[in-house]
């Protein structure tokens, strides 16, 4: 059984940063793509960035490049969000997420378990 367990949210004043971490468990993710999504409230959960977690090609949303890193440890089966320069306009609920190894496009992959979420706050 695929875990994903999300950590590292918080608060933070605007131009701060945070990094999210995400343990992965239950099985060998060679070939998984794997995403971060947040939430805000009353919006749709939107995918922020994503990785092959093998070959460790990358894919971010435009409102986060520059700012945002993802990268992923395969020796602790970890994934991470590093969020620099943060903004009120970031405050959501953080969702860490994994896709079964398919032949499709990174940002068009399709994910199949998620984590619990971490909230992150940015305040003004």
């Known amino acids: 059984q695929v875990q994903l367990v999300e950590s590292g949210g918080g608060l933070v004043q605007a131009g701060g940063s945070l990094r999210l971490s995400c343990a992965a468990s239950?099985?060998?993710?060679?070939?998984?793509?794997m995403g971060w999504f947040r939430q805000a409230p009353g919006k749709e959960r939107e995918l922020v960035a994503s990785?092959?977690?093998?070959?460790?090609?990358?894919y971010y949303t435009d409102s986060v490049k520059g700012r945002f890193t993802i990268s992923s440890d395969n020796a602790k089966n970890t994934l991470y969000l590093q969020m620099n320069s943060l903004k009120p306009g970031d405050t959501a609920v953080y969702y860490c997420?994994?896709?079964?190894?398919?032949?499709?496009?990174?940002?068009?992959?399709?994910?199949?378990?998620w984590g619990q979420g971490t909230q992150v706050t940015v305040s003004s």
């Open positions: 997420a994994a896709s079964l190894p398919r032949n499709i496009a990174l940002p068009y992959a399709r994910y199949d378990y």
């Open positions: 239950g099985r060998t993710f060679t070939g998984y793509a």
């Open positions: 990785i092959k977690w093998t070959g460790g090609m990358t």
